[in-house]
Structure formats: structure tokens, C-alpha cells
């Protein structure tokens, strides 16, 4: 496959007429390029840290994810996450990132982001569970499987299943099903 160079042409005009959001962050998380389309849903970002266009909720996530693209698999990867439009409303999208590679090391991540169903407000927090077993937690409501949960938050089964025993032992449940019994009568 030629090179970008052999091609020939102006690749960076190219992308920016792609309908497709679309964005370059640099490996401190920094935004550096959007294409039009991409400014059209979060507006001018450009020099802010992917955190400021990320629902708050989504932050640790979003970090995590990053990270993943800069150090994990060369075929990059592809996740759902909530971004903050440009007039602060919530957007749910699926994100498809590949590693940017530069002098043999990775100096960044290239992504588009598709717009998907709008996911609800992000759902009330157990105050004695920290925010991973928040989130486990309503996993567990909404009928993930052990499994499952390991490939949504991206950590191993071992890791799944401490974060259910602790939340277990925190709610004082006795299952699985208690625990999310327990949680939806204290609406959690």
C-alpha cells in the first residue's frame, strides 16, 4: 500500500470535507484537529483536553479509553461514549480510534465519531459505593452478565468479580439480584 505521500493530493483538505465527525488528539489528550463536521456537534475545541468535551460522568472512561488507543492494539478500537454538544446538550456516540504512529511511536490518536440513540441521564450513585461499583452496579440492573461487564468497562473477570463481592459487602446483599433489588428500592 503506497504511502499517504505517493498518493498524492491534499489528504488534509480530503479529511476535512469528510461528513464523518472527525478528530486528531495528541498523546497529552489535547484536542488538535476537528473536521467540520466534528466542530458542527462539539464546537471549536481545538487546544482543550478531550475531558472538556466528555460528559462529566464519562471522564474516567473517556481517560481510560485514550490510554488504551495509546498503548493497546494497533487496530485501535471502538467504544460508546457521551460527549457535552456545543450547546451543552448530551450526545451519545460511538467512537472508532486508531493509534496516530510518527518516527516508529505512537504521537497521538485518529478517530471518528458516530452519532447513536441518545443514552438516558446517568443513573443516581450509591453514596457508600465507589464509582466503579456505581457503575457495576448498574450494569448488574441493567441484566449484564459477568462476562459482559468485563468487556463494557474494559477489565478483567478477577476485576469484575471483587468489584461485586465489595458492593455486596457494602449494600449487605447476599446476591446479585439482592444487591439490585436493594439498590432499585433505595432508587439507586
Sequence with gaps: MPDLDAIGGNVPS????VRVPSYVIDRDGIVRWLNAAARAIVGDVRGQHLTSVVAPEEKRRALEIFIRNLTGSPLGSDNHVVVMGADGE????????VPLVGDDRVI???GQAKQV???PAPPPVHPQLTPRQNEVLHLLQEGHSTQQISDELHVSLA?????????LQTLGAHSRLEAV???????V
Design 159 to 167: 476485576t469484575v468479580r471483587n468489584h461485586i463481592r465489595h458492593l
Design 14 to 17: 480530503a479529511l476535512e470535507r
Design 117 to 119: 440513540e441518545e443514552k
Design 90 to 97: 448530551r450526545i451519545a456516540v460511538q467512537l472508532s480510534a
Design 181 to 187: 433489588a436493594l439498590a432499585n428500592r433505595e432508587h
Design 108 to 110: 497521538g490518536v485518529f
